[in-house]
């Protein structure tokens, strides 16, 4: 009995062993592979620190969050290309549409890059209230004739999701076609019956990058964050505000400051491409016939691109095109952005506008939803500050507007946050608008929030206590994972 006891703890003492050897193998294998990677530093070190420091969670948290896929492809590029081509098609001569000397290299930037349409004549319509927008969106939808095709990060069973939701429902009555995408991380909450409700009337819903066992893992990671919808091909929705009641209602703490816009015209073009190149992703089903690219009316002589970017393809779109917009002015940059985690490229490039004497500033929430977040946000204000960055916080409530605009000629506005997650993790979408009074119209928009702002006093700032400033600074080490 005594042997046979013995026996039992030497079995369980060396299975233990082995399956210690084993873990500690696949730790410093994962720790191998994420240098060899030769991701980003600044990306690299957190994520060796946690697997090596605090191992079983870091194991997990790497599975879920931090495999790279940018290698991958989830659409040929044959049939991406198919898609994007659309809306360099019809609506205007091609002579009217030529590209502005000074931004002449970052257009071609964004039409090598990402396969964006240089658009011709839209009109663009600025909310600075949910209330405005869903009243519009609503009455958008009431007149759709042919179909309606909307994507969101998040689409809430709400109070303004069921007002869309029975809009919706009786367009398909009528024969409208009616296809939506949502993000399947971003509406977990949303119980299954709300979206069955609509696809028992016909309508196509599908989840984006749909989360479940067992090939979980990363794709918890890469979220669709765009919120686009495209009514007939002619009209087209897109900015800041997913379809949820605190974008009227605001939070218990105060307001919900958004931006959103609607596009008339050629932008509508550009929307469709992207929210079709997602719905082939989704579903396979290829759609690129005539009928979803009317020809559009020219309302004006502004000239845009709608850009898309990703956690696939070797390019990072929009973190490249907006370092070159910045790194490029010559009077000043104004951004609006709920939470600030620039990578190190776009951190440098604020401080080096800043320096050369470019009027860079700053607009981020005072609170934000997210404590850590703005902790870690915080932390860069420091080196903003001493560059000359005027800093202000915005002190009614969130601020989640997402803007910048530059010299008075472009503006640059989407579903993109400046910080890590949205340039390497997110699915965005942003629209560059190159036209002066578009730029002057934001430019305003970014003045009048100046006064519900307070600014950042260098002397002030630098000088808060050392224990808010350490902490700032441990949460700034994880900003690559936020």
Sequence with gaps: MLFAIQFAGLVQTVLSAIFFLLYIITILGLVLVIITENRNPLKTIPWVIVLLFIPGVGLAFYFFFGQDNRKQRV?????????????????????????????????????????????YGTKIHVYASGKEKFKDLLEAIRQAKHHIHIQ????????????????????????????????DVGSWKVK????????????????????????????????????IVIVDGEIGFMGGMNIADRYIEGLKWGIWRDTHFKFTGKGAHGLQAAFLVDWY???????????????????????????????????????????????????????????FLPTEGLNQTLQTAALA??????????????????????????????????????????????????????????????DFRSFEHNFEVNAFVYEADFALKMKNVFNKDIGNSKMI??????????????????MRLFSPLF
């Excluded at 007002?163 to 919706?168: M, R």
């Excluded at 989840?207 to 990363?218: A, Q």
């Design 75 to 119: 659409i040929s590029r044959r049939t991406y290309k198919r898609i994007k081509k659309r809306p360099f098609q019809g609506g205007y001569k091609k002579d009217v549409c030529v590209s502005p000397d000074k931004y002449r290299q970052l257009i071609s930037l964004l039409e090598s890059s990402n396969q964006a349409a240089l658009l």
């Design 152 to 183: 969101y990060y998040i689409f809430n069973d709400d109070e303004i999701g069921r007002k869309i939701q029975d809009a919706l429902i009786v367009k398909a009555r009528e024969g409208v076609k009616i296809r939506i995408l949502f993000d």
């Design 192 to 227: 299954k019956r709300f979206f069955d409700e609509m696809r028992e009337e016909g309508i196509e819903v599908y989840p984006f990058l749909k989360v479940v066992f067992p090939i979980l893992t990363s794709k918890v990671n890469y979220r669709n964050h765009r919120k």
């Design 281 to 339: 992703v989704v579903t396979k089903n290829l759609i690129d016939t005539p009928e979803y690219y009317p020809v559009a009316d020219v309302y004006n002589h502004s000239l845009m691109q709608v850009v898309t970017s990703g956690p696939v393809g070797i390019w990072r779109t929009l973190l490249q095109a907006t370092i070159y917009a910045i790194s490029n002015a010559k009077k000043y940059v104004y951004i609006q952005t709920p939470y």
């Design 357 to 418: 004497g470019v009027d860079v500033r700053l607009m981020l929430p005072c609170k934000s939803d997210t404590r850590l977040v703005n902790l870690a946000s915080h932390s860069f204000i420091d080196e903003m500050v001493r560059a000359g960055v005027k800093v202000y916080l915005y002190l009614p409530g969130f601020l989640h507007s997402k803007q910048i605009v530059i010299d008075d000629d472009l503006t640059i506005v989407g579903s993109a946050n400046m």
């Design 457 to 474: 006093i260098p002397s002030v700032w630098l000088k808060r206590p050392l224990k808010q400033r350490f902490i700032e600074s441990f």
